[in-house]
């Protein structure tokens, strides 16, 4: 059974950082591609990053972009989001997700920007 | 970017009800469409890729459903677990976009 556990969410201030984690479990992680997608309160979802299965190529969304960055470690089964300049409308629950059409989803982690 | 829209945006509907929710790309996708069920507090769950094919395990009351521009998803006969909000979801190119949602709720 596919499992995604994510980690790492708490509040942070404005300016702040935080680096989030999603363990995978229950398939070949290093096969493939992998997505951060996030859902502030109330709101709609809104795609983050995607990584390649080798880690060789990722994509971000214009609002993250520059101030987050997308890696894997495949020899542990984990996927990482390191966030930077952490902005107010950055706060939302953090879903990682599995393969180009996200097939799987873990329960997310919650990121609260804010002074 | 590709924009996703939807509609409608909410329905109201009853139990053993055909519902059909309709999703528009403002360009060309192929079929790169996925549909998206979630439930409050919930994570978001598969249901369909590729515009029409069905996740393992999901039932075959959802049908997906189009290409290029227009997709739908129906759900030929409304059960009580399937009141929740619906997404489409684009993976043809970056940024991938998502459309804002459609909430199926009881008449």
């Known amino acids: 059974e596919v499992q995604l556990v994510e980690s790492g969410g708490g509040v942070v201030q404005p300016g702040g950082s935080l680096r989030l984690s999603c363990a995978a479990s229950?398939?070949?992680?290093?096969?493939?591609?992998m997505h951060w997608v996030r859902q502030a309160p109330g709101k709609g979802l809104e795609w983050v990053s995607l990584i390649s299965f080798d880690g060789s190529s990722s994509y971000y969304a214009d609002s993250v972009k520059g101030r987050f960055t997308v890696s894997r470690a495949n020899s542990k089964n984990s996927l990482f989001l390191e966030m930077n300049g952490l902005r107010p409308e950055d706060t939302a629950l953090y879903y990682c997700?599995?393969?180009?059409?996200?097939?799987?989803w873990g329960q997310g982690t919650l990121v609260t920007v804010s002074s | 970017d590709i924009q996703m829209t939807q509609s409608p945006s909410s329905l109201s509907a009853s139990v053993g009800d055909r519902v059909t929710i309709t999703c528009r790309a403002n360009?060309?996708?192929?079929?790169?469409v996925a549909w998206f069920q979630q439930k409050p507090g919930k994570a978001p769950k598969s249901l369909i890729y590729?515009?029409?094919s069905l996740r393992s395990g999901v039932p075959s009351r959802f049908s997906g459903r189009g290409s290029g521009t227009n997709f739908t998803l129906t759900i030929s006969s409304l059960q009580p677990e399937d009141f929740a909000t619906y997404y489409c979801?684009?993976?043809?190119?970056?940024?991938?976009?998502f459309g804002p949602g459609t909430k199926v709720d009881i008449k």
């Open positions: 997700a599995k393969d180009y059409s996200l097939a799987n």
């Open positions: 360009q060309g996708i192929n079929n790169y």
């Open positions: 979801q684009q993976y043809k190119s970056y940024p991938l976009t």
């Open positions: 229950g398939f070949i992680f290093d096969n493939y591609a």
């Open positions: 590729g515009a029409s």
